[in-house]
């Protein structure tokens, strides 16, 4: 029933919109078992790819989607969206209700949910987990999701110790109840609540953060059993779970993979039963190679290459330069050739499926010229060494279409380009958090909640977690701000529609093309894997194959 949610940084290369299709090869090819018949068996496990999360499975602490695609099955929070309309869906709250300017939400939990050790799920499990999440001496990579809450700032200043180790505007009202208050109106409050940051933790984090993060105790349909690191993740069925979502298959081994290539061989050979996305070389024929087991899904995130701008070369570029940069990349060509068709071209800051996406919202910026993209470069006084380069990580298969958008901007504008590989994820996404980036770096993000703002905000707002690239423009921040204080979800989005024109000026990041699921499973999956809308299996629904 997960839908939506995911989180921010992806790992993949991927991609397009949002529409529950999927297709494969006929039915004489040779990979083309067919999936509907057999028996589910309940307690069967599913074998998943997974790359080793960046940090401790802790849900404040991943940004990421291999981290995350774990905890979303250890825990389950308040709301989730329904896949393809975004609809808001109950989970473990029986409502959430704001008052009349969303200042102020109440939260009613549904009674009985147990965490995996028995202890009870109460509104104290949710303040005391969004307390500690939010506290700066925490260094949780996700503490900034708490600062539309009144008394953030004392928990979480922007320098020094905490004033307090609470927030004034969390209450409990009773076991059931608990009341938020903001800072100031935001339409859309409801919304964030899906997101993996607002799961409640049990007393026993406390005493031990680190260790829990070595093995989590949650409230969702799987409790955790293992982490070998570097290897396989196992997390198990659990029996007690009250949720909508509850698991048809018996758990879940995560297992890890080098390349993408090592990946897809076992698919092929069936002894993998998800892969995360198919490598490259193999988009021409994977679908021959594996007939119906091939998965073919759109889903809402975007694609991009984005300046450090802490670096001496970017520091104080004139946009024109990033904006003739993009313009030197020809989208449609590397699409169609390098990623064999498996893209679209982005044309906005917002992926496709997401409340607030508009069509055109970037035009010139996007489209390929290379006469007046080397025009720009010269106009903005040039590429700082007249070298750029992209940081990337090598455990999935982005260098082919890296180098095809660097032999693209060498050839348009003369501007040198490399790739600058890391070896896995968690290496990458390490560089950015410390700033270590030398040029550029692949940006690929994921909807954490179907509305325009998760892609503008939490993206380029100076003070947001998922901002690792040093941009900050004041202008953007007093229109977001302006935005999630507006009286309705329709005059946000048209609000961060705006600041999305105010983005097309700076180009804060450079959008390449929107992700779509080249994927495939193992013949012992009874029937088609369901897929929401951050492009993840629902893997609560899927069935496994009796033997």
């Not at 919109?17 to 040779?30: K, P, Q, V």
């Not at 964030?192 to 349909?221: A, I, R, S």
């Not at 003739?324 to 064999?340: C, E, P, Q």
Request: charged share 25%.
């Amino acid at each position: 029933m997960r839908g939506a949610k995911s989180a921010k940084w992806v790992a993949l290369a991927a991609v397009v919109a949002l529409a529950a299709t999927a297709c494969g090869g006929n039915d004489s090819d040779s990979g083309s078992n067919d999936m509907n018949k057999g028996t589910a068996d309940p307690n069967g496990i599913l074998t998943a790819q997974l790359s080793e999360p960046q940090n401790p499975l802790q849900p404040a602490n991943a940004k990421e989607s291999q981290g995350s695609r774990v905890l979303r099955t250890i825990f389950a929070g308040l709301v989730d969206y329904e896949p393809g309309t975004g609809k808001l869906v109950y989970v473990n709250a029986e409502s959430v209700t704001p008052n009349k300017d969303s200042s102020v939400w109440t939260v009613k939990l549904k009674p009985g949910w147990k965490f995996h050790n028995g202890e009870t799920v109460t509104a104290k499990s949710y303040v005391d987990s969004w307390n500690w999440s939010a506290n700066v001496s925490n260094n949780q990579t996700n503490s900034s999701w708490f600062q539309d809450i009144k008394g953030y700032e004392d928990v979480h200043p922007e320098k020094g110790k905490p004033k307090a180790d609470k927030m004034s505007g969390l209450k409990v009202v009773n076991d059931n109840e608990f009341k938020i208050e903001l800072n100031s109106s935001v339409s859309y409050f409801a919304y964030k609540l899906g997101y993996d940051v607002w799961t409640p933790l049990p007393t026993g984090f406390f005493k031990d953060p680190k260790g829990f993060g070595e093995k989590p105790v949650g409230n969702g349909p799987y409790k955790f059993v293992s982490w070998d690191h570097k290897k396989m993740i196992k997390v198990r069925k659990f029996d007690g779970y009250q949720g909508p979502n509850k698991a048809k298959n018996g758990g879940i081994d995560f297992k890890n993979y080098t390349t993408a290539d090592a990946a897809y061989s076992d698919i092929r050979s069936n002894n993998l039963d998800w892969i995360e996305q198919v490598p490259t070389t193999a988009l021409t024929n994977y679908k021959s190679d594996l007939g119906k087991r091939a998965i073919d899904e759109e889903y809402s995130a975007v694609q991009s290459i984005v300046p450090a701008f802490y670096t001496s070369q970017f520091k104080d570029i004139d946009p024109k330069v990033i904006q003739g940069l993009s313009m030197a990349i020809d989208r449609d060509t590397i699409t169609k050739t390098v990623l064999h068709g498996s893209r679209t071209p982005a044309d906005s800051f917002v992926a496709r499926g997401v409340i607030g996406y508009k069509a055109g919202a970037l035009k010139e910026q996007v489209s390929y010229d290379p006469a007046k993209a080397k025009a720009l470069i010269k106009e903005g006084g040039g590429v700082p060494g007249n070298k750029i380069s992209i940081q990337f990580n090598a455990d999935q298969d982005h260098k082919p279409w890296v180098d095809a958008v660097c032999n693209s901007i060498r050839k348009a504008t003369g501007v040198d380009c490399v790739g600058d590989s890391k070896p896995d994820f968690q290496a990458d996404l390490n560089a950015r958090d410390k700033h270590q980036v030398k040029s550029m770096y692949r940006g690929g993000w994921v909807l954490d909640y179907p509305v325009n703002s998760n892609f503008m905000r939490d993206l380029y707002g100076s003070k947001a977690a998922g901002n690792t690239s040093g941009y900050a423009n004041k202008e953007f921040d007093e229109l977001a701000n302006k935005a999630d204080k507006a009286a309705t979800l329709d005059e946000t989005v048209k609000l961060y529609q705006q600041a999305e024109q105010v983005l097309a000026k700076d180009m804060p990041a450079i959008p390449l093309w929107f992700y779509k699921v080249n994927s495939g499973q193992s013949n012992k999956v009874l029937g088609k894997i369901p897929y929401g809308q951050d492009g993840d299996p629902i893997f609560t629904d899927v069935q496994v194959k009796k033997k």
